[in-house]
């Protein structure tokens, strides 16, 4: 078995990777820089975990065009990444219908190559609210690929860690030894991690609840005791 897996140098990512390495003889990695903020320390640790898993194969792809059409605190100067203040329905994070445009790309690499499955870390129950981390939306793209793509082709779209908790997710990447020194979750900085912005609220609090310290630096001092 082989896959293209999607590894945007995140934790859940991250943890996919690990999965998609114990279950395909081949696997090939695919970041993609969309003009997130935070795009030059993710493609930092997608190299680095390039290193780490050794992938058949690697590629990195720009679709600036999503921080061009902007609406998103992510990828639009005009909006602030704002602090973690409960969780929104649909945060102002939400890069409208990002992953269609990441799964699309994963498509088009795997149908070329022959590629079987294509894995991307979304996490439906304990996310920050992405209507394209739903089930309900991979269970239709799969249709698309299924219309879109040659008669031979056969490729399934794989989401491992779709019902996993972020606590779950970091519990299991500890038994598979994942790397998270490696992982970013920061939306707003590419040095030290703010620890205040939603993903790295989420962050933290799952790996209090997990009782595992995170590898990674914070501009806040945090009790991982408490």
């Not at 690697?58 to 409960?86: C, E």
């Not at 779950?168 to 030894?177: D, P, R, T």
Request: aromatic share 10%; with cysteine; hydrophobic share 40%.
């Amino acid at each position: 078995m082989n896959g293209v897996i999607l590894v945007s140098g995140g934790m859940d990512s991250l943890v996919t990777a690990a999965i998609a390495k114990r279950e395909c003889a081949e696997t090939f990695f695919l970041h993609i820089n969309y003009g997130q903020k935070t795009e030059k320390k993710e493609l930092q640790l997608f190299q680095k975990i390039c290193e780490f898993y050794q992938p058949e194969d690697q590629l990195v792809v720009n679709i600036d065009y999503l921080q061009k059409i902007g609406g998103s605190s992510l990828t639009d100067d005009k909006l602030a990444v704002r602090d973690f203040a409960g969780q929104a329905k649909i945060p102002t994070s939400y890069v409208p219908f990002r992953n269609a445009h990441f799964l699309a790309i994963a498509t088009s690499w795997a149908e070329i190559h022959k590629i079987k499955n294509i894995y991307i870390g979304a996490v439906e129950e304990d996310s920050s609210g992405y209507p394209d981390c739903r089930k309900s939306f991979y269970h239709s793209f799969q249709k698309a690929i299924d219309l879109g793509t040659k008669d031979e082709t056969q490729i399934m779209i794989k989401t491992p860690v779709i019902d996993l908790s972020k606590t779950e997710i970091i519990k299991l990447g500890k038994k598979l030894g994942v790397p998270f020194e490696l992982s970013w979750s920061c939306y707003k900085n590419n040095e030290i991690a703010c620890g205040k912005c939603d993903s790295c609220v989420l962050r933290i609090n799952a790996f209090k609840k997990a009782k595992i310290i995170d590898p990674i630096s914070y501009e806040i001092e945090i009790n991982w005791l408490e």
